[in-house]
């Protein structure tokens, strides 16, 4: 037990130091350290609590933590991968802070600030592909055709401002018609 909150606690630190940019833009490095590196969930269960995350109040990098470290390890591991995730953006923003505001029109400050935006606009990318393109372990994608449906539904009705809580609740109507039926 005491080696998996280890590994927890070392996974999301990592997550917490590396994923710049806010949690879309992690989503990738969140799903190469749960999925791929300790398969401690599947592409499918990842693709899951990453809709979850985004629905329930709160950053999608704390509230996956919360929720992995719940599954891997119980309610310890749920507080050890909050608090190593939280820690990391919580030293930083200490320590910067104080350094930003004094350097914010530092030219090379700003250089490092615009030569991050790429990367991160490339880490979103990145994160929207996976769960655009997900593959279940059987080696086929989990989404079908109701899921395009409900996607390009969802996205055209953002397009025409539909408020985004009416959305949610009128995807979650449609899973629980299509898939509760079919």
Excluded: C
Excluded at 73 to 102: H, I, K, Q
Excluded at 155 to 177: E, Q
Aim: a positive charge; charged letters at 10%.
């Amino acid at each position: 037990m005491i080696a998996t909150l280890l590994q927890l606690m070392l996974s999301y630190l990592k997550i917490g130091f590396f994923g710049f940019g806010g949690g879309y833009a992690m989503l990738s490095l969140i799903h190469s350290e749960v999925v791929v590196r300790n398969a401690w969930l599947t592409n499918g269960e990842f693709s899951d609590i990453v809709a979850i995350s985004q629905m329930t109040p709160g950053p999608i990098a704390l509230n996956s933590a919360t929720y992995i470290g719940y599954e891997v390890a119980g309610v310890l591991g749920s507080v050890v991968a909050t608090l190593a995730v939280s820690l990391p953006s919580l030293t930083l923003m200490l320590l910067l802070t104080r350094f930003f505001l004094r350097l914010h029109d530092n030219r090379y400050v700003q250089g490092v600030v615009r030569g991050m935006r790429p990367v991160v606009v490339g880490m979103i990318a990145s994160a929207a592909l996976l769960l655009i393109f997900p593959h279940s372990d059987e080696g086929r994608s989990f989404i079908d055709v109701w899921s395009w449906v409900i996607f390009a539904l969802t996205l055209l009705g953002s397009a025409r401002k539909i408020n985004p809580i009416a959305l949610i609740v009128a995807s979650g109507v449609a899973g629980i018609v299509i898939y509760g039926l079919f």
